[in-house]
């Protein structure tokens, strides 16, 4: 999150990425929620809307599954 508040939106994308893999692995949706809403923010920030809603759309899957 410090990347995102200095607006290096690349280097915190590609961090942001990378926990989102290693989640995915992992397979806990609560942590899978959360690093795919951060994506969508990070693409929403950039103006990347379609990516920013494929990322949001995912979060919200995960957290459902999570409950």
Known sequence: ???????????????YLKAYKIRQKVNSNYDLSHSALLIGDLYNRKAKIDSAFFYYDKGIEYAKKST
Request: include cysteine; aromatic fraction near 14%; charge should be negative.
């Open 1 to 15: 999150m410090c990347l995102e508040r200095q607006e290096n939106y690349e280097k915190a994308l590609e961090y």
